[in-house]
C-alpha cells in the first residue's frame, strides 16, 4: 500500500511535539535539582566553616587552661614565700621582747671585781648580816667610822644583782609587794638606763612599795621624793606612781652622772650620804624631835646585798647590817 507524503508529513509533525515535552519535564526537574545541588554546596560550607570556628574555640580555652595552671603553681610557691617570711618575723620578734623583758643573768658573775681603794672588798657568794656578793658592810661604808666616808668607784656594770621579773615569778622573795608596780620600775628603767631591780630596791628600800607612804619629813610615794622634786605632778598628787617612779629614776639617773658613774655614792646621796660623812653626822638626828632624819647607816649593805639579790633586808628573821642605827626611833 502506498502511502501518500502528505500523510508522512502529518505523522511526523505529530512524533515531534510528542518527544518535544518528556524533555522540558525532564529539564525542568535537573533545573530544580540543580538549584538545590547548587545550595547544599553553600550549606555544606557554611556548616563547615563553622564547624572549623567551633573547633578552634573549642582548642582556645583548652589552651587559656593549660596556661593558666601555670600561675596556679608560681601563686602557690609564692604563698609559702610569705608564711616562712611571716614566721621568721614573729620569732624576731619575740625573742627581742624575751631579751628585753626578763634579761638572762650573767652566770659567771658571783661576785663584784673591783680595783678597791678602800682594803678587802669582803665580797661572798652568799648574803650574811654583813657580807653579800657586792662587798662587805665595812667597805661599802668605807671611811664613816673614821675621816668621813669615802665611796669606792663602782659603776652599775660592775654590780651584781638579779632580774626583777625572775624575782616576782619565783613566787617568793622580796619584791611581791612590787608586782603592781613593776611596768614602771621596767619602762623608765629603760629610759634612764638603770636597771629595773634597782629602781624596785629603792622602792623597798624607802616606802616597802607602799605608793601610799608619806615619811616623817613628808617625803612622798613608792620613791620618797622629797617635796621640791614634786612639782608638775598630776593633780598635785605627788604620790602618782607613774610618776613617783619616773621623777625617782630621773633624780637617780642624774646623780649618778654627776657622781662621775659611780653608782655607790649616788645610792647614798639618794638616801643623804655625803662624802665625808662621819658616823656622828650620821646619827645626830637621833637626838633631835626628826628622829628618823637620820641617815641609815646599813643602808648601802640592805640595798645592795640585800635588795638586789631578792633578799628582804628588813626580815626579823635574818636582819642585814650592824649598826640599826634608827631602832632608837622606835622607843
Known amino acids: ?6 500523510i508522512l508529513v502529518i505523522l511526523a509533525s505529530v512524533l515531534a511535539v510528542s518527544a518535544s515535552k518528556p524533555h522540558d519535564s525532564h529539564a525542568l526537574n535537573s533545573r530544580r535539582h540543580s538549584k538545590i545541588f547548587v545550595r547544599s554546596p553553600t550549606l555544606s560550607t557554611i556548616n ?14 583548652v589552651s587559656k587552661t593549660t596556661s593558666s595552671a601555670k600561675p596556679k603553681v608560681t601563686t602557690t610557691k609564692a604563698v609559702a614565700t610569705t608564711k616562712a617570711i611571716t614566721t621568721t618575723k614573729a620569732i ?17 658573775k658571783a661576785l663584784i671585781n673591783v680595783d678597791s681603794s678602800c682594803g678587802n672588798v669582803g665580797a661572798t657568794k652568799q648574803t650574811t648580816r654583813t657580807t653579800g656578793p657586792n662587798g662587805s658592810i665595812d667597805w661599802l661604808n668605807c671611811g664613816l667610822n673614821g675621816g668621813g666616808w669615802n665611796p669606792p668607784y663602782v659603776q652599775i656594770d660592775d654590780l651584781v644583782f638579779v632580774d626583777l621579773s625572775a624575782a616576782i615569778n619565783s613566787g617568793k622573795g622580796a619584791f611581791l609587794p612590787c608586782k603592781a608596780f613593776v611596768q ?14 634597782m629602781l624596785a630596791a629603792f622602792a623597798m628600800q624607802e616606802s616597802s612599795c607602799n605608793s601610799e607612804t608619806v615619811g616623817g619629813a613628808g617625803e612622798q610615794g ?24 619616773e621623777t ?3 633624780y637617780f639617773a642624774a646623780t649618778v652622772k654627776s657622781n662621775g658613774g659611780n653608782v655607790l655614792a649616788a645610792v647614798g646621796t639618794y638616801n643623804g650620804w655625803f662624802k665625808g660623812m662621819t658616823y656622828a ?10 628622829c628618823r632624819c637620820q641617815q641609815n647607816c646599813d643602808y648601802l649593805h640592805q640595798f645592795f646585798n640585800g635588795w638586789l639579790q631578792n633578799v628582804d633586808a628588813y626580815a626579823n628573821t635574818f636582819r642585814l647590817g650592824k649598826y640599826f642605827n634608827l631602832d632608837v626611833c622606835n622607843y
Request: aromatic residues 8%; proline residues 10%.
Open 1 to 6: 500500500m502506498r502511502i501518500s507524503p502528505t
Open 48 to 61: 563547615t566553616t563553622d564547624t572549623k570556628r567551633k573547633r578552634c574555640k573549642a582548642r582556645h580555652p
Open 92 to 108: 624576731t620578734t619575740n625573742n627581742a621582747f624575751k631579751a628585753v623583758v626578763t634579761p638572762k643573768p650573767d652566770p659567771a
Open 184 to 197: 614602771y620600775f621596767y619602762k623608765y628603767g629603760q629610759k634612764y638606763n638603770i636597771p629595773p631591780i
Open 222 to 245: 613608792l620613791m620618797q621624793l622629797t617635796k621640791d622634786k614634786c612639782v608638775g605632778a598630776p593633780g598635785g598628787n605627788c604620790r602618782d606612781p607613774n610618776f613617783n617612779v
Open 248 to 250: 625617782g629614776a630621773k
Open 281 to 290: 653626822k650620821a646619827t645626830a638626828a637621833a637626838r633631835t624631835s626628826c
